[in-house]
């Protein structure tokens, strides 16, 4: 019998400078930042609340390599922020107010996003569900990606 896996828990995301991670995702994404700690590399630790912790950075130095972008390895991570277009455009002009100019804008069908890079280029969706019956209905809906204007 197969393991059941009921969600994604978190994710750890490898980074130069722990305390520009730390102001992106606390003060840009409005993550709470809950802990910190030392592993070897020192950590940073953050929640929506929902969870003790969903996203956590560790620091790997100014000299860490970027990952090559026709490597394999993590594409993006995707955080939930809503369930209308206007909780998106809310985010979309938080992050100009934040000196994040540089934005993709999608159209999922699913769902609809804005992709932004961090500090270290790992790539951060923020998104908000569309109708789950979209998906529910008709599953293939989920291979779908067109521009949004917000």
Do not use: C
């Amino acid at each position: 019998m197969p393991i059941r896996v009921r969600n994604v828990g978190h994710v750890v995301l490898k980074v130069r400078d722990i305390e520009r991670s730390a102001r992106f995702y606390r003060d840009v994404l409005g993550l709470k930042e809950v802990a910190r700690g030392d592993f070897g590399r020192p950590m940073a630790f953050f929640s929506t609340g929902e969870n003790h912790h969903d996203v956590a950075v560790m620091e790997m130095g100014p000299e860490a390599p970027a990952p090559p972008p026709e490597g394999t390895g993590l594409y993006h991570v995707a955080l939930r922020i809503g369930t209308t277009l206007d909780e998106l455009r809310a985010a979309r002009a938080h992050l100009e107010a934040h000196g994040i100019a540089k934005m993709r804008i999608r159209d999922h069908v699913v769902s609809q996003s804005i992709y932004v890079d961090d500090p270290d280029g790992n790539m951060v969706e923020l998104y908000v569900d569309a109708d789950p019956s979209t998906w529910r209905e008709k599953p293939e809906a989920v291979a779908n990606s067109r521009p949004l204007s917000l």
